[in-house]
């Protein structure tokens, strides 16, 4: 198995081909889970609850990201074709440490 399995969309190594229905199934799975969790986000902003805006617009991002190769892979005009797209992971994973990490300032020897 894929070691990142049902994480297709932050595959910053997938190989898509199209019509695959393996890889059909995966990504109307993922976009599936992506919509719900849209749907969430904005009823939990429309009864006034608080709605961090940065993981709102990525998970947007994410979704549309993942509809756009859905409908890529569903054409029928891109039969066998591959799509590779080693870009997919940028963006999408982020981690706090290595963001506070990289604004730290540089430790410096005194001489």
């Given at each position: 198995?894929?070691?990142?399995?049902?994480?297709?969309?932050?595959?910053?190594?997938?190989?898509?081909?199209?019509r695959?229905?393996?890889h059909?199934?995966?990504?109307?799975?993922?976009?599936?889970?992506?919509?719900?969790?849209?749907?969430?986000?904005?009823e939990?902003?429309e009864?006034?609850?608080?709605?961090?805006?940065?993981?709102k617009?990525?998970?947007?991002?994410?979704?549309?990201y993942?509809?756009?190769?859905?409908?890529l892979?569903?054409?029928?005009?891109?039969?066998?074709?591959?799509f590779?797209?080693p870009?997919a992971?940028?963006?999408?994973?982020f981690?706090?440490d290595?963001?506070?990490?990289?604004?730290?300032k540089?430790?410096?020897?005194?001489?």
């Open positions: 198995p894929c070691q990142r399995a049902v994480q297709c969309a932050a595959c910053t190594s997938l190989v898509c081909i199209g695959n229905e393996k059909m199934k995966s990504f109307e799975r993922d976009l599936q889970r992506r919509e719900q969790a849209l749907k969430n986000i904005r939990r902003e009864s006034g609850k608080r709605v961090n805006p940065v993981v617009e990525a998970m947007e991002r994410q979704y549309e993942v509809s756009q190769l859905t409908d892979l569903h054409d029928k005009k891109n039969l066998g074709q591959w590779r797209h870009d992971g940028k963006g999408l994973e981690s706090h290595k963001r506070r990490i990289d604004e730290m540089k430790l410096e020897a005194k001489k």
